[in-house]
């Protein structure tokens, strides 16, 4: 199934999905309702009967899950006006980011089997015009705010995958969201993606970069940096709108190895967290709903030391800085849901667990797997909403078990980092140790999986029973 082809009409064929069980979830997502899918053939019709022992029926109190408003007494805009740089950081960084999702969301295909125009990259996965596009618009504005100060800037994508076809149909659909007042050539185009090609393949940063960091050093001054990942799970973008495709526009501020800003513009995921459906139905007529569709898409903030908020992916002001409509997030809090029924948010593709070691820490923690043999209370989606969904109070765990030899890229864990320590979860090594994120573009080596909770014993009971299943499996 070729999942991208340019609009020309020559198909670019992506192995890596077609190939792979993602095709499998592909078509599972389809038939479902909720989006509770699991590895195992099944078929409409028990879909539905299986959900009732599935996360999407736990029921519990709506108090732990209803977002509560902002800070009761003064607010700014749905902000604390005491949040901390709401106008140096917090404003622009929404503002750029809506413009992403504005690009994202536009391009987002309907279903698994719409087009979009893009190229498969040497590593396999795949890259469309609104990764480029959403990348070009971001660093443009950020570097126009934050150059001056000899910010570094990290980003996933590179200039040198585009051509003139490609960069031609960027211009356009910018032009076409009024956004060619950023950026309207090519050259400009290409430039704006490259300020973000500050690293080279193994992760280390270029030495120009390093040379400069080291000059500040000297000088007693820090460089900040922002690493962006333009369309964080490219593969959900792709998998469509109505299909369940969650994807999300994923930015942090770095300083010191340490995110201490993170924004997750998700344009698919609706913004009611008691709104489980999270394949945005279609009607009889073939079209969806207004009431969901107005549902749709929301975006993470959060400053350390200010709480993390969840806001309109767009404003209703129609002004991108806009911060009204802000709710303060929290994650399901220690003890609030029985163990037994703790819900498991991880990737749709295999690589997060390709030794299958999830299922093994959910048995720990649920006591059992279902009578299929899969895990319980599981919801599986692509990208970074999945630490949105946590900090929420939507999930309590997510776990990222790649191969050994896999080393994380940055931008796909730090925004997340930030936005779930502010929601009172955690984000640790296996070993429980906090993440360096101050090292280039990659992770440490070191790193052989990253583990996320809503917190405190819940965070202990998964490092637990990751240790465990780990010992049981070295005497095997
Ligand atoms: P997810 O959407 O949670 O599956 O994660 C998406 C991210 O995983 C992508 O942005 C990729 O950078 C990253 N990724 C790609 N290939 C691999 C791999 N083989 N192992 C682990 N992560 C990968
Ligand atoms: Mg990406």
Same mark, same amino acid.
């Given at each position: 199934?070729?999942?991208?082809?340019?609009?020309?009409?020559?198909?670019?064929?992506?192995?890596?999905?077609?190939?792979?069980?993602?095709?499998?979830?592909?078509?599972?997502?389809?038939?479902?309702?909720?989006?509770?899918?699991?590895?195992?053939?099944?078929?409409?019709?028990?879909?539905?009967?299986?959900?009732?022992?599935?996360?999407?029926?736990?029921? +519990?109190?709506?108090?732990?899950?209803?977002?509560?408003?902002?800070?009761? /007494?003064?607010?700014?805009?749905?902000?604390?006006? $005491?949040?901390?740089?709401?106008?140096?950081?917090?404003?622009?960084?929404?503002?750029?980011?809506?413009?992403?999702?504005?690009?994202?969301?536009?391009?987002?295909?309907?279903?698994?089997?719409?087009?979009?125009?893009?190229?498969?990259?040497?590593?396999?996965?795949?890259?469309?015009?609104?990764?480029?596009?959403? !990348?070009?618009?971001?660093?443009?504005?950020?570097?126009?705010?934050?150059?001056?100060?000899?910010?570094?800037?990290?980003?996933?994508?590179?200039?040198?995958?585009?051509?003139?076809?490609?960069? &031609?149909?960027?211009?356009? *659909?910018?032009?076409?969201?009024?956004?060619?007042?950023?950026?309207?050539?090519?050259?400009?185009?290409?430039?704006?993606?490259?300020?973000? !090609?500050?690293?080279? &393949?193994?992760?280390?940063?270029?030495?120009?970069?390093?040379?400069?960091?080291?000059?500040?050093?000297?000088?007693?001054?820090?460089?900040?940096?922002?690493?962006?990942?333009?369309? $964080?799970?490219?593969?959900?973008?792709?998998?469509?709108?109505?299909?369940?495709?969650?994807?999300?526009? /994923?930015?942090?501020?770095?300083?010191?190895? *340490?995110?201490?800003?993170?924004?997750?513009?998700?344009? &698919?995921?609706?913004?009611?967290?008691?709104?489980?459906?999270?394949?945005?139905?279609? &009607?009889?007529?073939?079209?969806? $709903?207004?009431?969901?569709?107005?549902?749709?898409?929301?975006?993470?903030?959060?400053?350390?030391?200010?709480?993390?908020?969840?806001?309109?992916?767009?404003?209703?002001?129609?002004?991108?800085?806009?911060?009204?409509?802000?709710?303060?997030?929290?994650?399901?809090?220690?003890?609030?849901?029985?163990?037994?029924?703790? +819900?498991?948010?991880?990737?749709?593709?295999?690589?997060?667990?390709?030794?299958?070691?999830?299922? /093994?820490? /959910?048995?720990?923690?649920?006591?059992?797997?279902?009578?299929?043999?899969?895990?319980?209370?599981?919801?599986?989606?692509?990208?970074?909403?999945?630490?949105?969904?946590?900090?929420?109070?939507?999930?309590?765990?997510?776990?990222?078990?790649?191969?050994?030899?896999?080393?994380?890229?940055?931008?796909?864990? @730090?925004?997340?980092?930030?936005?779930?320590?502010?929601?009172?979860?955690?984000?640790?090594?296996?070993?429980?140790?906090?993440? $360096?994120?101050?090292?280039? @573009?990659?992770?440490?080596?070191?790193?052989?999986?990253?583990?996320?909770?809503?917190?405190?014993?819940?965070?202990? *009971?998964?490092?637990?029973?990751?240790?465990?299943?780990? !010992?049981?499996?070295?005497?095997?």
């Amino acid at each position: 199934m070729n999942l991208l082809t340019r609009r020309s009409g020559i198909s670019f064929l992506l192995s890596s999905i077609s190939a792979s069980q993602s095709t499998l979830f592909l078509r599972h997502s389809t038939l479902t309702n909720a989006f509770l899918i699991k590895p195992v053939v099944f078929h409409a019709q028990n879909a539905h009967a299986s959900s009732t022992h599935h996360y999407g029926k736990v029921t +519990r109190s709506a108090s732990t899950i209803k977002l509560s408003s902002g800070d009761d /007494a003064e607010t700014s805009d749905g902000f604390p006006t $005491d949040y901390p740089n709401l106008d140096l950081l917090i404003r622009p960084s929404i503002g750029a980011i809506r413009k992403a999702c504005r690009i994202a969301s536009y391009l987002q295909p309907e279903t698994s089997n719409s087009q979009v125009s893009g190229i498969t990259k040497t590593d396999t996965s795949p890259v469309t015009i609104g990764d480029f596009a959403a !990348q070009a618009i971001v660093l443009k504005l950020l570097h126009e705010e934050f150059g001056k100060d000899q910010d570094v800037f990290i980003a996933e994508e590179s200039s040198k995958n585009l051509d003139d076809e490609l960069s &031609n149909e960027i211009l356009s *659909v910018l032009e076409r969201l009024g956004l060619d007042d950023i950026i309207s050539t090519q050259k400009d185009l290409e430039e704006s993606i490259d300020l973000g !090609q500050t690293y080279k &393949n193994d992760g280390d940063l270029l030495d120009s970069i390093k040379d400069m960091i080291e000059e500040r050093k000297s000088k007693s001054l820090t460089t900040r940096t922002w690493c962006l990942d333009p369309i $964080d799970g490219t593969r959900g973008f792709l998998r469509g709108k109505y299909d369940g495709g969650q994807y999300c526009v /994923a930015l942090a501020l770095i300083e010191n190895g *340490v995110p201490v800003l993170g924004l997750l513009g998700c344009p &698919n995921l609706p913004s009611n967290p008691l709104h489980e459906n999270y394949e945005w139905e279609k &009607n009889e007529q073939g079209e969806v $709903d207004m009431i969901t569709e107005k549902d749709r898409g929301c975006i993470f903030v959060a400053h350390r030391g200010g709480g993390c908020f969840q806001l309109p992916l767009y404003s209703p002001k129609g002004d991108d800085h806009d911060l009204s409509g802000a709710q303060r997030v929290q994650t399901t809090q220690s003890g609030s849901l029985p163990l037994e029924q703790s +819900r498991f948010c991880i990737g749709v593709e295999k690589y997060g667990d390709p030794e299958g070691k999830v299922s /093994a820490i /959910a048995t720990k923690i649920h006591g059992k797997l279902d009578d299929d043999g899969d895990i319980l209370f599981t919801r599986r989606m692509d990208s970074q909403v999945k630490y949105g969904v946590v900090a929420r109070g939507g999930s309590e765990f997510i776990t990222r078990l790649p191969k050994k030899s896999y080393q994380e890229w940055i931008w796909d864990h @730090a925004a997340g980092r930030i936005v779930i320590e502010e929601a009172g979860g955690k984000q640790t090594d296996t070993e429980g140790n906090l993440i $360096d994120y101050g090292l280039g @573009a990659k992770l440490d080596m070191n790193v052989n999986g990253i583990l996320i909770s809503s917190g405190g014993m819940y965070h202990d *009971v998964l490092l637990e029973a990751y240790q465990e299943q780990e !010992q049981e499996r070295s005497k095997e």
